[in-house]
């Protein structure tokens, strides 16, 4: 059976907003229909001393944890780290995944860290090396800690992620050196889906799976990626989840819109250093030729259709958007429910009792939120029409069926903000609000 897994999360050690406690999973992962979370930060020593009071195997030597009494929701030990290295005298860096199979790697990762004075006080440790020979070794030292622990590079087309436009690297193997060929799977990230992806060649041979890297189980936060994997419902053991990976068999990743993602556009926010109210977001073909904003003379953020753009013509390919590799796994698109509902009420806060209370309503007659993805619409207005509104209905059904967009896209930070029933064309946003620079409206 479809077993949902999301494993990238952080605690409240890692930075941001959330503070995350395992109880809350339980809340929330029935209702979004997730099976297994990461833990996030499990080699960070407080999180970690919260992880081993907290957490017991659902069978000895599974790799798969659950809090005592509590069957609905699993847990696999994971952290995120950043690695850096030098790359023709410059600093680079990226973010990975690890997911580990047990404590014990857990602990002799740790006394590695010691060895190469990484501090593990924080969520989300750094591991400094000087080039990409040296981080090769180091990821292949832990893998030599235990055979099933896995490294996954994360969100990377995001600017902090290996692909990003922050410190851009155009090979994998620029920054993995000889540990590349063990990359089995790579995390696409809130901005990025399997068609971005699929402009890269150097990702066509390499399995994609999704995680929505939350730092809270908020219902707009938790499950806003996810993946699945077919495994047995009831037995299933972390040393099959990585084998899915090893072995290509990703069932589907069920993908965050990426125009919403925080990355999508090229461009720099409101708010920011000599911005107040004014930003400027845009599409590849109209980013200024320099890459500097009007409005502050910095470099813009660049984002991830126009890197991946970028990436393509470096690998020698320059394919042309919508371009999809054969790969084996499907993918849909989700907008959370929670966010439909706080549209279709214009309030701002996902957070609201009222909007809260429709969710539920609409989830235990679904069984949980993912299911209003797979059912047919027909299906879903059955189930819904005795207890929700018409209005809400439509709105659900108009959105599935794509009549949606984000005004703006996300860029350089910000989300973006849905809009139902008007379509914008991603290729052909040109927006400075400073007037003098203004070409085209949004
Ligand atoms: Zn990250
Ligand atoms: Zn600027």
New binding site residues.
Partial sequence: MLINIDLHYHSGYSGGVGQINLTDFIETGPKKGINVFGTGDCLHELWLENLKNQLVETQKDSGIFQLEKQKSVKFILQT?L?FTCSLKNKRKSA?IVFLFPNFESISNTIRLFELWNVKNTIG?PFVVCEDNEEVGNKISEILNINESIEFIP??IMTP??VFGSKNPINYLEDFFGGITDEIHVVETGLSADPIILGLIPELDKIGLISNS?AHSTWLNRCGREFTSLELNKDQFTYFEIIESFRSNSIIRTCEFNPTEGKFFLSGHRAGKERHNNDYCVYSPKFTPKDKKCPICGKKLTIGVLERALELSKIQGANRQYGFLPPKQQKFIHMVPLIEILAYYYQIKSPKSKKIINIYNKIVNLLGNECEMWFLDNSILEEKLSQEISPEIINLIKEIKNGNFSFSPIGFDGTYGKLVVGKKIDVFNVNFCSKKLFQKKLI
């Fill in positions: 995120e950043i973010h989300r994360a969100h902090e992620g890297d």
